[in-house]
């Protein structure tokens, strides 16, 4: 059971960066962990997932060569690095970590345990 917690959003302009991070308890080697976003009205949208046994990262077509997923320490294990936003980035995101392990991390969106998120904001 992993416990999580984001930090790291703001209020950034268009072309900013911003670095999110999620402090976790419990074990986060080899199983997969992400991150995601929604917006109101929106459904909850896939960014990048990562696997901690080996660090293979996948990102969405949208956030591919802007955003970077990593993972830190024990502590942190998981960051998500954002350069060049876009107001369409706006969004609360959530930092999560997968009960089952899939190809590609490919794990379905209800399999997933949740932090509370952190709300980011470009403006133009």
């Known amino acids: 059971q992993v416990q999580l917690v984001e930090s790291g959003g703001g209020s950034v302009q268009s072309g900013g960066s911003l670095k999110l991070s999620c402090g976790a308890s419990?074990?986060?080697?080899?199983?997969?962990m992400g991150w995601f976003r929604q917006v109101p009205g929106k459904e909850r949208e896939d960014v990048a997932r990562?696997?901690?046994?080996?660090?293979?990262?996948y990102y969405a077509d949208s956030v591919k060569g802007r955003f970077t997923i990593s993972q830190d320490n024990s502590k942190n294990p998981l960051s998500l690095q954002m350069n060049n936003l876009k107001p369409e980035d706006t969004a609360m995101y959530y930092c999560a970590a997968a009960r089952l392990w899939t190809s590609e991390c490919k794990t379905p969106l209800s399999l997933w345990n949740w932090g509370q998120g952190t709300q980011v904001t470009v403006s133009s």
């Open positions: 419990g074990s986060t080697s080899r199983i997969c």
């Open positions: 990562i696997f901690t046994g080996d660090g293979s990262a």
